[in-house]
């Protein structure tokens, strides 16, 4: 059955507008997918920088070596992720960074640990 106007002759305006519609619809789809794909990739090289952080800070504050501690870290970082440990005093603190190339942003995060050595009280009778 045809449709038609209020005199009674068939509409042909309206032919292929579903068409175009889901022509211009699906690639806007497939764009906030995408999107969305990436987002949830990036929080979760995110969760795994500030994973890496605190598993190095860990490690720097029970006086293990340099190159423990960068391993440590480096094992919970992300995929071509930079690590970076330094000494403030008696804080430790680790940084991982997830370089632009990977992700259009640069994801960091860093975590910080007091040495056990610089606290007081620890030990034996």
């Known amino acids: ?3 038609s106007d209020r005199a009674g ?4 305006g309206d032919r292929g507008y579903v068409t175009a519609e889901t022509a211009m619809v699906i690639p806007m789809l497939v764009a906030l997918t995408g999107l969305l ?3 949830v990739m990036a929080a979760a090289a995110q969760v795994r920088c500030v994973d890496a952080a605190r598993a190095g800070a860990r490690e720097a504050a029970r006086s293990e070596a340099p190159a423990d501690v960068l391993k440590a870290a480096r094992a919970a970082a992300p995929a071509g992720a930079q ?3 330094r000494r403030d005093g ?3 603190r680790v940084r991982v960074t997830v370089p632009a190339p990977r ?6 995060a860093e975590a910080a ?3 056990e050595d610089a ?3 620890g030990g034996g009778p």
């Open 37 to 39: 794909v990436w987002g």
């Open 90 to 92: 008696d804080t430790f």
């Open 9 to 12: 002759r068939p509409r042909r």
């Open 1 to 3: 059955m045809r449709r």
């Open 119 to 121: 606290v007081g009280g």
């Open 113 to 115: 640990a007091l040495d």
């Open 83 to 85: 690590v970076s440990v």
């Open 103 to 108: 992700f259009p942003i640069t994801l960091t």
